[in-house]
């Protein structure tokens, strides 16, 4: 029915709790809807839209998927997403549902209460939200603080005024929450698991609707039918930056640095994931991720590291005419050392 709003999904989640693998699965599960994609990504190479496209998912339609690589889609909503939102919507042919995944790194808060403006209003609204949630990295304390170290560092720096980017982070994702999907329980056992659900809801003063998965593999009709109209509720979920900032200072990822490392051919990639490996012990990377040359294949590899868990596997043969060539994109804090990791990853290509 024209009259009727398009639902849209947000999907967010920390860097590499698995927010693209689960939405390959809703696409292959799609059953005929008519699904557009935004996506959003922190650093210069479009990893994920890239796994996506060409997929061979029949949903999976190039024309319906955009990306939105200018920086986080929480700071460039007026610039890059209404403008994008609009435009979609101003096609012809009517989508079904809109799915739009953030960056690891988005504040979900800002980006929902877009959904407010007039033009988008009146024709969108905010299906819900749905939050993945790494359940072995949170098992393994990854955004437990040590807060008596913190509380040290702001003796030193007094202009550290909350806790750390990562509990930060979050934090605020689970604020924006209406769905949480604990994922990656195939890592963990069940009293880890429940472990992990009461940290969770400990984070926030709402009741959490949360569900266990793995690989993301949830039906669609639960990911997409949450029928909440979150737009409406945004100003109950402010971030830990809209509470500390009332004044409505700029949010901003300085907390964190992505950059990409381009290489030669690697022509061992298994003695390459490996050193790789202690690249990402020894500097304390949170994501790294992109494409491989391996010389004499005819497929690229695909090398995706999650803290100090990595997966490497061929995914698709290189295009005639596409460049065959090494790029990685590294995420970490803002401290991380650039230099000595790139001539890290040169050593662990040669
Ligand atoms: N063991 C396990 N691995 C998973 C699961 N879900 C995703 N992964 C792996 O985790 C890595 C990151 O998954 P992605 O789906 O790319 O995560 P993402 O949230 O889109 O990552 P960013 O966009 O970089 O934030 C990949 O290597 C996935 O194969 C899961 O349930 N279990």
Request: hydrophobic share 40%.
């Amino acid at each position: 029915m024209l009259d009727q709003k398009i639902p849209a999904t947000v999907i967010t989640g920390f860097l590499g709790s698995g927010k693209t693998t689960m939405i390959r699965n809703l696409l292959e599960n799609a059953n005929g809807k008519r699904i557009a994609l935004i996506i959003n990504e922190f650093g210069d190479l479009g990893v994920d839209g890239n796994l996506l496209k060409g997929c061979g998912i029949e949903a999976c339609r190039d024309e319906d998927m955009i990306e939105l690589n200018n920086g986080c889609i929480c700071c460039t909503v007026a610039d890059d997403f209404i403008p994008t939102m609009t435009k979609l919507l101003d096609r012809p042919d009517r989508f079904d549902h809109i799915v739009i995944e953030t960056s690891g790194l988005a504040l979900p808060q800002p980006l929902v209460a877009a959904f407010n403006w007039p033009e988008i209003k009146t024709q969108v609204t905010v299906d819900g939200v749905v939050t993945v949630i790494d359940a072995a990295a949170v098992s393994e304390g990854r955004f437990a603080d040590d807060h008596d170290k913190l509380d040290a560092q702001r003796v030193q720096d007094e202009s550290l005024d909350h806790d750390s980017p990562l509990e930060e982070l979050f934090e605020d994702q689970i604020r924006a929450a209406d769905l949480i999907v604990l994922n990656k329980t195939d890592l963990i056992s069940g009293a880890q698991l429940d472990a992990v659900k009461s940290d969770v809801q400990s984070r926030s003063v709402r009741a959490l609707n949360m569900v266990p998965a793995s690989f993301g593999k949830l039906s669609n009709q639960l990911l997409l039918g949450l029928g909440v109209g979150t737009e409406e509720d945004i100003a109950n979920r402010r971030s830990h930056h809209e509470m500390e900032h009332e004044a409505g200072e700029e949010h901003d990822h300085d907390e964190f640095e992505s950059f990409v490392v381009g290489l030669g051919p690697v022509a061992e990639p298994k003695s390459f994931v490996e050193k790789l490996k202690s690249v990402i012990a020894d500097h304390d990377v949170l994501r790294l991720k992109g494409f491989v040359d391996v010389p004499g294949k005819p497929m690229r590899l695909v090398v995706q590291a999650v803290g100090s868990r990595i997966e490497h596997y061929f995914d698709r043969s290189w295009n005639p005419g596409e460049e065959r060539q090494t790029r990685l994109v590294v995420i970490g804090l803002h401290d991380i050392d650039t230099a000595a990791i790139s001539s890290a990853m040169n050593a662990a290509a040669a």
